[in-house]
């Protein structure tokens, strides 16, 4: 198949959600022709072709996107089998959803006048009505269109916000039936082993300028404070008082550095907390780690979850209201489960428990690389080919 992708950021420092774009397309690259579209980008990989699209206006970002729609469907209305979109756009066959859809976050659980003042403000906001509309044309009930979520959590707050993307059609040769919605997870390219840690852990500190001694707890988010950074900074701060060589790598967006530094300094461990910057190569923080440590307020998978169990790093994470990926794991068994992220006293009471019951620790890291070889970036990039060839057979 001849296949258009559409992602702005095409790099793998992005987020989540570049990352699984790039995953898939080097999945995708050995057995058809992929072409990438995106404004931005960092990646080479054999026998994809790369084309930069204009980014003329970055702000307002809402402009931008429209910008981005209009350039990827002048450049990709001909010529291919199958566009598949990581983007809010109104045009392809195949929509990739990554986080939670506008009009859920807007509207979920609101009645009566809260309902009718939300949408005043949204008729208001030139932003929020492009974002709107995009979404609305996006999940529109085309034929043959497949919308592809990245957790179970995701698709239930999708089916609530749009219905119709639950929708069944039978496909031509009349076999069965299929749904316009599936669900492929993200997935992992190597599940690490039990072996000893400590050599490959104290060259990785080394590389990141960490302290070669200690508990490194590790933070992965691009935003600090809806990934719940400031929650795990308190927890920190009552965690020294029993681990006094415990410290905090923070790896994500610098720009947000400068208020969470303060925060930490405020509480006393300002000294204790180290903040990376964007990483290209994240093996070398989970290598780095002694565990992760998630107390997001949202995300619709959460990648770096994974990612750690796949190196053996116990987890401590939101639950399922919070977190998908949350959904999948049994508390206990294959990670820790936090009820109230924003308690650092509970984030603390957690991690404690990680670092101290040597029966827990050993627990979390066996079932979480069992949960992760379960969940491989191959497996993912052939239920993207089956999907892809279902929905060519349609047209």
Not at 122 to 144: D, H, N, Q
Not at 244 to 268: H, K, S, Y
Request: aromatic content about 8%; charged content about 20%; overall charge positive.
């Amino acid at each position: 198949m001849r296949i258009a992708v559409l992602s702005r950021n095409f790099v793998a420092t992005g987020g989540g959600a570049e990352r699984y774009a790039i995953a898939i397309v080097e999945q995708l690259a050995a057995r058809n022709e992929v072409h990438v579209y995106a404004q931005n980008i960092d990646h080479a990989f054999p026998g994809v072709t790369y084309h930069r699209l204009p980014a003329r206006l970055q702000r307002p970002r809402w402009v931008n996107q429209l910008l981005f729609a209009w350039c990827s469907w002048r450049a990709t209305r001909h010529g291919f089998d199958i566009v598949h979109s990581h983007e809010n756009v109104w045009h392809g066959n195949v929509q990739t959803v990554h986080v939670l859809p506008v009009k859920y976050s807007l509207l979920a659980g609101r009645q009566g006048i809260r309902r009718t003042l939300q949408w005043l403000r949204i008729c208001t906001s030139p932003r929020l009505l492009t974002y709107m509309w995009l979404e609305y044309k996006r999940f529109a009930c085309v034929p043959g269109r497949r919308i592809v979520v990245t957790s179970s959590a995701l698709g239930e707050a999708m089916q609530q916000a749009y219905p119709q993307t639950t929708q069944q059609f039978q496909l031509p040769d009349a076999s069965h039936a299929i749904s316009a919605m599936a669900v492929i997870t993200p997935g992992v390219d190597v599940v690490e082993g039990t072996d000893d840690r400590k050599p490959a852990q104290r060259s990785a500190r080394s590389r990141l300028g960490l302290p070669s001694e200690g508990t490194c707890l590790l933070f992965v988010g691009n935003d600090f404070r809806k990934k719940g950074l400031p929650a795990l900074i308190g927890a920190l701060a009552q965690l020294t008082k029993t681990a006094p060589d415990i410290f905090l790598a923070v790896v994500g967006n610098p720009a947000q550095r400068g208020a969470m530094q303060v925060f930490a300094e405020e509480l006393g461990v300002g000294q204790r907390v180290y903040f990376l910057g964007s990483l290209a190569k994240m093996e070398w923080a989970y290598s780095a780690a002694d565990c992760l440590v998630h107390p997001t307020l949202q995300d619709a998978y959460a990648m770096v979850v994974l990612e750690a169990m796949a190196h053996a790093v116990p987890v401590v994470v939101s639950a399922a209201r919070y977190c998908g990926i949350a959904a999948d794991l049994q508390d206990g068994q294959e990670a820790m489960l936090l009820e109230h992220p924003r308690d650092a006293g509970q984030i603390a009471r957690a991690v404690d428990t990680v670092l101290t019951q040597p029966a827990v620790q050993a627990r979390l890291v066996s079932g979480g690389l069992a949960f992760a070889q379960r969940h491989s970036w191959e497996e993912s990039g052939m239920a993207h080919q089956k999907l892809f060839e279902e929905v060519l057979a349609c047209r």
